[in-house]
């Protein structure tokens, strides 16, 4: 089994095909967003001040921001990718550039806590055997005044997370799991999240069984990657940041014609061919719908006309139309309150197999989905004809 990760993990719960195309078929993209790229030059120089910190060298604002844009210039490559259009690139500098000056400002001189380690690596057992272990690197490990050790993580994102989601957070827990095994004898531990484009400190603090809940929830999630079969990809808004949207079938159509010029776009086979379907479904389900509404108000006026004269057969000139009007008893369907109560009755008269059909929906899914025990699954598919078989879910682009 191979040592996981948080963000390996996250992966895989995110969409499990960028997991496939990541981890399982290690395909390389050297696909980086300006997001990525802002996130590493800022961690990079928050790791400078800090190295130099130890060796007593204090670096003043100045020349941590003349390191970062050095670092930033250095590194910037064609292939880091704007995903909002409407910022530049500079944005993303100067965005850089505030966040050290805020994090500068707020905690010079640096001395409220004592810096044990820097992208320290670390191990974390998940269970008593070492079966199941985690990796991962803390961007800064310090000691506070009070002895309690603090597992310090820099974010550079664009969302502010809520007290009740951080004190949620799975991957600060995995290593606080990792440092109280490594240093048993801790005071203490305490999980601190610099939001450093809001200028904020979150903070948390985990009981040792909230900390046995997580080790067992990870447990449960590396058992799932473990026997996972399929890959399907599941699309999200984290979708335009993914490396590999030009090789994922739910993405990879945009991609390639959102670069095309508008009249190459409009005239490409795909887009051509969505664009009738669009056209004809919606032009059929708004002709469907008026021509519904138009004989229902002539089959009442019908309903009408036969009973005021007193006949079952109305003739057109060259339709004639039978009208039956019956009483019909109407059954609670499933999700009425009363229907339990029916079946019972129905079971309990002995009469359930007369009524009773096989739900051959409910088969196919259990089929597909490995519901069945090996053997039954095995005897069913025998009754079956494998087809492929389409299905069209048109559904409207959010404005742009
Ligand atoms: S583009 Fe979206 S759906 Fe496709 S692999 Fe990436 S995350 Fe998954």
């Not at 965005?95 to 010079?108: A, N, P, S, V």
């Not at 019956?326 to 008269?349: I, N, S």
Request: aromatic residues 10%; proline residues 4%; contains cysteine.
């Amino acid at each position: 089994m191979p040592v996981y990760s948080h963000s390996r993990l996250g992966t895989y719960e995110t969409c499990p095909l960028q997991y496939k195309y990541r981890y399982v078929d290690r395909i390389k993209k050297d696909r980086e967003t300006i997001e990525a790229f802002l996130g590493k030059r800022v961690h990079e120089t928050l790791e400078k001040l800090y190295r130099d910190l130890k060796v007593t060298k204090m670096n003043s604002l100045g020349d941590l921001l003349t390191f970062y844009n050095d670092d930033w210039r250095k590194n910037w490559s064609e292939n880091v990718e704007m995903i909002k259009k409407d910022y530049t690139a500079e944005n993303y500098r100067k965005l850089g550039e505030k966040c050290i000056r805020d994090y500068y400002r707020k905690f010079y001189p640096f001395d409220q806590t004592r810096t044990l380690g820097l992208e320290q690596q670390i191990f974390i057992n998940l269970d008593e055997r070492g079966e199941y272990r985690l990796m991962g690197f803390i961007d800064r490990l310090a000691q506070g005044e009070d002895g309690v050790l603090e597992i310090h993580d820099y974010k550079t994102g664009q969302t502010l997370p809520t007290q009740e989601k951080v004190d949620q957070d799975r991957q600060l827990a995995l290593y606080q799991i990792g440092i109280q095994q490594q240093w048993p004898d801790v005071k203490g531990v305490r999980l601190v999240w610099h939001y450093l484009a809001f200028d904020r400190q979150l903070v948390s603090e985990r009981s040792p069984s909230d900390l046995a809940q997580v080790r067992e929830q990870t447990i449960q999630v590396i058992r799932e990657v473990e026997s996972a079969k399929d890959f399907p990809p599941r699309e999200s808004a984290i979708c335009p940041w993914c490396e590999f949207v030009d090789i994922c079938p739910l993405m990879k159509h945009l991609r390639k014609v959102e670069v095309l010029p508008v009249h190459e776009y409009l005239n490409e086979t795909g887009v051509t061919l969505v664009n009738r379907y669009a056209e004809i479904s919606t032009k059929k389900n708004d002709l469907v719908k008026q021509m519904d509404e138009e004989l229902e108000k002539i089959k009442e006026a019908l309903i009408a006309y036969a009973e005021k004269e007193g006949v079952e057969v109305v003739h057109g000139s060259d339709y004639k139309l039978k009208i039956k009007g019956k009483e019909v008893y109407k059954f609670p369907l499933k999700d009425d309150p009363r229907r339990g109560a029916l079946e019972r009755l129905v079971r309990e008269a002995g009469e359930w197999e007369k009524f009773s059909d096989l739900n051959l929906n409910a088969l196919s899914e259990a089929v597909q989905s490995d519901q069945l025990p090996d053997a039954l699954k095995e005897k069913v598919l025998k009754f079956t004809d494998l087809e492929k078989s389409y299905r069209f879910y048109l559904s409207r682009l959010r404005e742009k």
